[in-house]
């Protein structure tokens, strides 16, 4: 017998034996047996909307709204990670980042300017963007920030969502921005390009050239719909598996110089301050990382028995190579399933069986990509970094299982 074989006897074994008995709650009457007829089946449904919405019943599975900055247009909202399957965010469920409100763009007044050591200044239109090629890919996206709340010195009660929702992944559309800056002719002295913002914030970040006309993308489509306001409404740059604030929304000037300009974007913020006072500047592609979704923090087992553990993992550095999950506080450590898609800089689901015996327990994931770097222990990424230094943190994530079936936070 092949080891995948016993593998899956053994699956089968568990789900057998766990389940027995789980979706029962009560005998069903003889009468209801023969006479399965439901009060939804005695009453038309209601008619056709314009655009479809969740079900009335589902009003609890949505953003986390934290408290505004320093105004109300300042600050995040999450997306609710464990309230989700699968690896795509409903466009309404997408993490949001602003720094000074979502603005209300014409697509019909709004212009991009690509311009600097060009030999073509060229302005477009969203209508002639649309006329361009078209590509569509699914990548995540990561606030540097994510994730931050765990930079502390104890493990904060808060939900998967509450700690790591500044990330989302959707299916991106839009044009090449190799074939624009290719139009416009870029000098060979123009090494670094400044993409700028058109919303209040006036945000921009400096971009290696070579990056951006190899995975650049202009997105005009989320979801197979127009990408919506909060996310940059009527195009917003996506360079794939890099910091989200590089993905700069409501684009509408990108200028080709010869070095880094050193913005407030990039300089006051979003950089990891280290213990010598230093910072690392520049921090472009997000590291490999994982959560366990479910269970997970603020939610409460149903006794012992069988459970799927299940999770995400991604890596600004290309796909997931494997994904481990340590059910006793990391002293053991078993592959999870990876059931696919498997994609680059993209969110990957892992799962794996668990039959719980009901005693206190730890679980935690660690995943790996395709380039051998490894999810640190949570006290490995504390110890790089200064106090207070919340970005970038992938640092392993532990929830303590309690035997009154609690699920909480923790640091291992």
């Not at 980042?97 to 209300?104: A, F, S, T």
């Not at 998967?160 to 060979?188: R, Y």
């Not at 700028?196 to 945000?203: R, V």
């Not at 059931?339 to 206190?360: A, E, H, M, S, Y």
């Amino acid at each position: 017998m092949t080891k995948d074989s016993v593998s899956k006897t053994s699956r089968r074994g568990l789900l057998q034996a766990g389940l027995a008995g789980v979706g029962a709650i009560a005998a069903a009457p003889a009468m209801a047996q023969q006479d399965y007829i439901t009060a939804a089946m005695k009453t038309p449904g209601r008619p056709f909307s314009p655009y479809g919405m969740p079900a009335t019943y589902e009003s609890g599975v949505k953003r986390l709204v934290g408290p505004p900055g320093v105004n109300p247009g300042t600050g995040s909202s999450r997306t609710p990670l464990e309230m989700l399957e699968g690896i795509i965010t409903p466009s309404g469920l997408h993490y949001e980042r602003h720094h000074n409100g979502v603005p209300d763009i014409d697509p019909a007044a709004h212009r991009l300017l690509i311009h600097g050591l060009v030999k073509n200044p060229l302005e477009f239109s969203i209508d002639a963007l649309m006329r361009y090629p078209r590509i569509s890919a699914m990548h995540f996206m990561e606030c540097g920030g994510n994730s931050g709340a765990n930079s502390g010195p104890t493990p904060p009660p808060l939900t998967a969502g509450g700690i790591h929702g500044l990330l989302s992944c959707s299916e991106w559309t839009g044009v090449k921005l190799s074939l624009l800056l290719d139009e416009a002719g870029v000098q060979p002295e123009g090494k670094w390009m400044l993409a700028e913002s058109g919303d209040a914030a006036g945000l921009s970040r400096s971009i290696p050239l070579a990056a951006a006309h190899e995975v650049g993308i202009l997105a005009l489509y989320q979801n197979g719909e127009r990408i919506r306001p909060e996310q940059g409404y009527p195009v917003r740059l996506l360079m794939p598996g890099w910091e989200g604030n590089l993905n700069i929304k409501w684009l509408h000037r990108l200028k080709v110089v010869p070095g880094p300009m050193n913005t407030k974007d990039e300089t006051s913020k979003y950089s990891l301050l280290q213990p010598d006072g230093k910072s690392r500047q520049f921090n472009f592609p997000l590291p490999v990382k994982s959560t366990i979704t479910r269970p997970s923090g603020n939610m409460t087992m149903s006794g012992a028995g069988y459970y799927e553990v299940s999770g995400l993992a991604w890596s600004g550095h290309g796909a997931i190579a494997k994904v481990e999950v340590s059910l006793d506080g990391g002293k053991t450590w078993a592959a999870a399933d990876m059931p696919g898609p498997v994609l680059p800089q993209c969110l990957t689901k892992f799962r794996i069986n668990w039959d719980w015996d009901g005693k206190p327990a730890t679980i935690m994931s660690r995943a790996t990509d395709e380039k051998g770097n490894v999810q640190p222990p949570h006290a490995v990424w504390m110890a790089q970094y200064a106090p207070g230094q919340a970005y970038q943190n992938n640092g392993i994530q532990c929830w303590a299982i309690g035997a009154d079936n609690t699920v909480k936070n923790a640091y291992a």
